[in-house]
């Protein structure tokens, strides 16, 4: 049975920082490609960022470039996402997500942590 769980979220002001952590287990940790979808109120789910399974190839959405890393420890099947420079506009559910690397769409996901940035 495949679990991602997640750590992390909360309130912050604007311009503030939070890291959201997911710990996998159940699935070949090392060759899954990792994301990072969020769902805003109203809103559809969208992708935030995404990791290959070795690190070397990332996507970032374009609002947050250069202020949220996604980052991958293969040896401890986590992923994490650093968020800096925080906007009341990033406020949403979090979810991590992987999919083994050449298997199609996100499969599997986490239970969802909510961000929420003040102004």
């Known amino acids: 049975q495949v679990q991602l769980v997640e750590s992390?979220?909360?309130l912050v002001?604007?311009?503030?920082s939070?890291?959201?952590s997911c710990a996998a287990s159940g699935l070949t940790f090392r060759t899954s490609i990792v994301g990072?979808?969020?769902q805003a109120p109203g809103k559809a789910r969208e992708l935030v960022a995404r990791m290959s399974?070795?690190?070397?190839?990332t996507y970032y959405k374009d609002s947050v470039k250069g202020r949220f890393t996604i980052s991958r420890d293969n040896g401890k099947n986590t992923m994490s996402l650093q968020m800096n420079s925080l906007?009341?506009?990033d406020t949403a559910v979090y979810y991590c997500a992987a999919v083994q690397t050449g298997t199609g769409s996100f499969k599997y996901w986490g239970q969802?942590?909510?961000v929420t940035v003040s102004s």
């Open 112 to 114: 969802g942590t909510q």
């Open 13 to 16: 002001q604007a311009g503030g």
């Open 18 to 20: 939070l890291s959201l």
């Open 53 to 57: 399974w070795n690190g070397d190839t």
């Open 36 to 38: 990072w979808f969020r």
């Open 87 to 89: 906007k009341p506009e």
């Open 8 to 10: 992390g979220g909360g």
